[in-house]
């Protein structure tokens, strides 16, 4: 039981860090936010995504490739 609490707690504050990190990375220019959102959209075209998943399955996938990218997620993309 120990080691459950143990690992929730640092699973908790691992995601504080990240967010903390988070708000000193710099935002991602337009211009690649947009590129990033065709791409993802034709991925999930190829992954056959249904419509009801499409929007959250594009903005994971623009998230993942800013956050490796060492940008700001998005909330949203337009």
Known sequence: MKTLSAVIT???L?????????STLP???ANDIAQL???CQQMAS???VENAE???YVLDCVNDQ???MGYQTVKELN
């Not at 860090?17 to 988070?22: C, P, S």
């Open 10 to 12: 640092l699973s908790a």
């Open 27 to 29: 935002p991602a220019p």
């Open 37 to 39: 959102t065709e791409v």
């Open 14 to 22: 691992m995601n504080f860090a990240a967010f903390a990190d988070e």
């Open 46 to 48: 190829e992954d056959q």
């Open 54 to 56: 499409l929007k959250q």
């Open 66 to 68: 800013l956050t490796e």
